[in-house]
T-cell receptor, first 116, second 119 residues
Framework: KQEVTQIPAALSVPEGENLVLNCSFT??????LQWFRQDPGKGLTSLLL?????REQTSGRLNASLDKSSGRSTLYIAASQPGDSATYLC???????????????FGKGTHLIIQP | SQTIHQWPATLVQPVGSPLSLECTVE??????LYWYRQAAGRGLQLLFY??????ISSEVPQNLSASRPQDRQFILSSKKLLLSDSGFYLC??????????????????FGEGSWLTVV
């Protein structure tokens, strides 16, 4: 059974710092990996999606990397801002050889606070 | 553009009462639909998914059920709520992949969620 772990569980840093959030997964048979952002009491917003054949994806100040063989992904946030404060979740999509849905397995998230 | 709506946003229900959460998707056809639950300290848990009308798969045993009466409508129900059913429920959809191998490779889109408190 796939398990996704995110470290740290919580992080508080001053504004302007660069930071790294970590995600690891136990089963490397994934099709892709997604990073989401969740604001308090809200749904999830997709930030970046990395296909298993890719090594990284970038969007603005965000960069996500994937090392499928070692079961690891990192989300790099450059020049952090108070508006980046949220919970960041990592999720992996399994490889299926037949019919069925493509449900994701989520980590528990990293609660990030950027201090002004 | 595609949108997803779920309601109600918040509800407080007594133990033993029924539950109905509804989710609809607009702007796409034959989506894969999902119900997730997010309980405190436990992360997101997939409860049900559906690849078509009337096709429901359950990921975990529980006293909840799901139905898909129409292509873009997904309903989460319970006949008798338990205290342990409290949590944040999220509906989601993704574009299905039609072909082989069968996985979409597309992103998944979430609704705004429904807070359920069972008292």
């Amino acid at each position: 059974k796939q398990e996704v772990t995110q470290i740290p569980a919580a992080l508080s840093v001053p504004e302007g710092e660069n930071l790294v959030l970590n995600c690891s997964f136990t089963d490397s048979a994934i099709y892709n990996l997604q990073w989401f952002r969740q604001d308090p009491g809200k749904g999830l917003t997709s930030l970046l999606l990395i296909q298993s054949s890719q090594r990284e994806q970038t969007s603005g100040r965000l960069n996500a990397s994937l090392d499928k063989s070692s079961g690891r992904s990192t989300l790099y946030i450059a020049a952090s801002q108070p508006g980046d404060s949220a919970t960041y979740l990592c999720a992996v999509r399994p490889e299926y050889s037949g019919g069925g849905a493509d449900g994701l397995t989520f980590g528990k998230g990293t609660h990030l606070i950027i201090q002004p | 553009s595609q949108t997803i709506h779920q309601w109600p946003a918040t509800l407080v229900q007594p133990v033993g009462s029924p539950l109905s959460l509804e989710c609809t998707v607009e702007g796409t056809s034959n989506p894969n639909l999902y119900w997730y639950r997010q309980a405190a300290g436990r992360g997101l848990q997939l409860l049900f998914y559906s690849v078509g009308i009337g096709q429901i798969s359950s990921e975990v045993p529980q006293n909840l059920s799901a139905s898909r009466p129409q292509d873009r409508q997904f309903i989460l129900s319970s006949k008798k709520l338990l205290l342990s059913d409290s949590g944040f429920y999220l509906c989601a959809w993704s574009v299905p992949f039609r072909g082989f191998p069968i996985f979409s490779g597309n992103t998944i889109y979430f609704g705004e969620g429904s807070w359920l408190t069972v008292v």
